[in-house]
């Protein structure tokens, strides 16, 4: 199994930028895909950005051109670099990663887009 850790959240103006990360611990070397997805309230969990073992990456539309995954196996960790946040961002941000069929979350952290 996974463990994962979020941090990076809190809040931003329009227009600023957050840097979450993601830290992994655990059978990480079965993972497959990792992710971010983000759920705001009253709204069902969303796919922001994944990327699998060899480095393919997906984004949703609502932040192509804004959002960048990446991540940093020295440490075991996967970033998510958000710039030209809009309010509409505004969300809990979840990490998860995928071993087969077995599907692992993170607690998330909350991202506030505000002024």
Request: hydrophobic share 35%.
């Amino acid at each position: 199994q996974v463990q994962l850790v979020e941090s990076g959240g809190g809040l931003v103006q329009p227009g600023g930028s957050l840097r979450l990360s993601c830290a992994a611990s655990g059978s990480i070397f079965s993972i497959s895909i990792m992710g971010w997805y983000r759920q705001a309230p009253g709204r069902e969990r969303e796919l922001v950005a994944t990327l699998t073992r060899g480095g393919f990456i997906n984004y949703a539309d609502s932040v192509k051109g804004r959002f960048t995954i990446s991540r940093d196996d020295r440490f075991n960790t996967l970033y998510l670099q958000m710039n030209s946040l809009k309010p509409e961002d505004t969300s809990l941000y979840y990490c998860n990663a995928r071993q087969g069929a077995v599907t692992n979350w993170g607690k998330g952290t909350l991202v506030t887009v505000s002024s």
